[in-house]
């Protein structure tokens, strides 16, 4: 058969694949086999020519364009296997080249091998590069599923996540209004409850603190200190107590007209009496006493008298001996 060059084939058909087509790093070939029992090639062709054949085929698969075949019987020859048979080659030639026929780029083209082409090269973007021996293309393949999977979960989750911020903010918006149509009807009423409240616990406050006051008075007995006087509204107007009292704290005597002792003394001596022991206690001690030290000197004024003799002798008249008590007329005695 004459060469590529010297064959005039403008009268041809078509090629039935592009003339770009290159699947040389393609290594896998789609044979259908269920089609290839059901042909009559199979049941024509002996075991040698069928052998040559399958050669070509995939010879085929590995030019450019894929799927075709060079118009020259020495490379046909040399592609089937019978490389310096020549002979050989020309017995098994019609059977091995079954189905080819010459195209208008002067190759010849398989109708069943163009199709397999197609279908390859819409394929090949997701056809492996490795071997299907290599032991690490199982892990290639589970890693890439595994990254698909996790990015399809990742925009669940960002879905999701959108939905439940966009339910919480209707939510908010909602709360807000109820909230402030509530607060606004009920202000009026809130405010006034407020202020009847707090002058309530005002008036409760100024009550413990006088309940307090009134038992802390009443638990203090004769071991009296020094408190703020009462109110004038809570005291009589006028009694012999205080303004003894007065006189006592005006020359520096603890006293107090509540005091049990105070009021004892006043039941049993005079004024004067009570004053004159006042100063003489103030003569020994000093000023700051407790109105119990004259108390207890009026209570033994033989003790008093003998302990005061020295002094009476330094001091001379005027004379501040104590005379015996002498009831006095119209108690002032209280009971508590």
Same mark, same amino acid.
């Given at each position: 058969?004459?060469?590529?060059q010297e064959l005039d084939c403008s009268g041809f058909p078509l090629p039935p694949v592009p003339a770009d087509i290159d699947l040389r790093s393609y290594q896998w070939m789609k044979l259908d086999l269920s089609r290839l029992h059901s042909s009559d090639f199979i049941h024509l062709a002996s075991n040698e020519e069928?052998?040559?054949?399958?050669?070509?085929?995939?010879?085929? &698969?590995?030019?450019?364009?894929?799927?075709?075949?060079?118009?020259?019987?020495?490379?046909?020859? %040399?592609? /089937?296997?019978?490389?310096?048979?020549?002979?050989?080659?020309?017995?098994?030639?019609?059977?091995?080249?079954?189905?080819?026929?010459? %195209?208008?780029?002067?190759?010849l083209y398989h109708p069943v091998l163009a199709e397999m082409v197609l279908d390859a090269w819409g394929n090949k973007t997701q056809q492996p590069t490795s071997s299907p021996s290599d032991p690490r293309a199982k892990d290639r393949e589970r890693l890439r599923r595994w990254r698909e999977a996790q990015r399809e979960?990742?925009? =669940?989750?960002?879905?999701?996540?959108?939905? *439940?911020?966009?339910?919480?903010?209707?939510?908010?918006?909602?709360?807000? !209004?109820?909230?402030?149509?509530?607060?606004?009807?009920?202000?009026?009423?809130?405010?006034?409850?407020?202020?009847?409240?707090?002058?309530?616990?005002?008036?409760?406050?100024? !009550?413990?603190?006088?309940?307090?006051?009134?038992?802390?008075?009443?638990?203090?007995?004769?071991?009296?200190?020094?408190?703020? =006087?009462?109110?004038?509204? =809570?005291?009589?107007? /006028?009694?012999?107590?205080?303004?003894? %009292?007065? #006189?006592?704290?005006?020359?520096?005597?603890?006293?107090?007209?509540? &005091?049990?002792?105070?009021?004892?003394? %006043? *039941?049993?001596?005079?004024?004067?009496?009570?004053?004159?022991?006042?100063?003489?206690?103030?003569?020994?001690?000093?000023?700051?006493?407790?109105?119990?030290?004259?108390?207890?000197?009026?209570?033994?004024?033989?003790?008093?008298?003998?302990?005061?003799?020295?002094?009476? =002798?330094?001091?001379?008249?005027?004379?501040?001996?104590?005379?015996?008590?002498?009831?006095?007329?119209?108690?002032?005695?209280? #009971?508590?």
């Open positions: 058969m004459p060469s590529d069928f052998g040559a054949a399958v050669k070509l085929w995939t010879e085929s &698969m590995r030019q450019v364009p894929a799927g075709s075949l060079p118009n020259d019987d020495k490379i046909l020859a %040399c592609l /089937a296997g019978y490389r310096g048979s020549p002979r050989r080659w020309m017995k098994v030639r019609t059977m091995a080249l079954h189905g080819f026929s010459l %195209c208008s780029d002067g190759r979960k990742a925009r =669940q989750e960002n879905a999701q996540s959108n939905r *439940t911020e966009e339910s919480h903010s209707t939510q908010a918006d909602e709360t807000t !209004e109820t909230f402030q149509d509530r607060f606004t009807e009920t202000f009026h009423e809130t405010a006034e409850t407020f202020h009847i409240k707090e002058r309530e616990r005002e008036r409760e406050g100024e !009550e413990t603190l006088r309940n307090v006051s009134e038992t802390f008075h009443e638990m203090a007995g004769e071991t009296f200190h020094e408190t703020p =006087q009462p109110e004038p509204s =809570q005291m009589p107007a /006028a009694t012999r107590e205080g303004a003894l %009292c007065k #006189k006592l704290r005006a020359l520096g005597v603890r006293a107090a007209p509540h &005091m049990v002792v105070v009021q004892e003394m %006043c *039941t049993r001596h005079s004024d004067e009496h009570i004053l004159a022991a006042a100063e003489i206690a103030l003569e020994k001690k000093g000023s700051g006493i407790h109105v119990g030290y004259i108390a207890a000197m009026l209570k033994d004024p033989g003790r008093s008298s003998a302990k005061g003799a020295k002094n009476k =002798q330094a001091d001379g008249p005027p004379n501040r001996q104590l005379i015996p008590p002498v009831a006095v007329g119209g108690s002032h005695y209280v #009971k508590l």
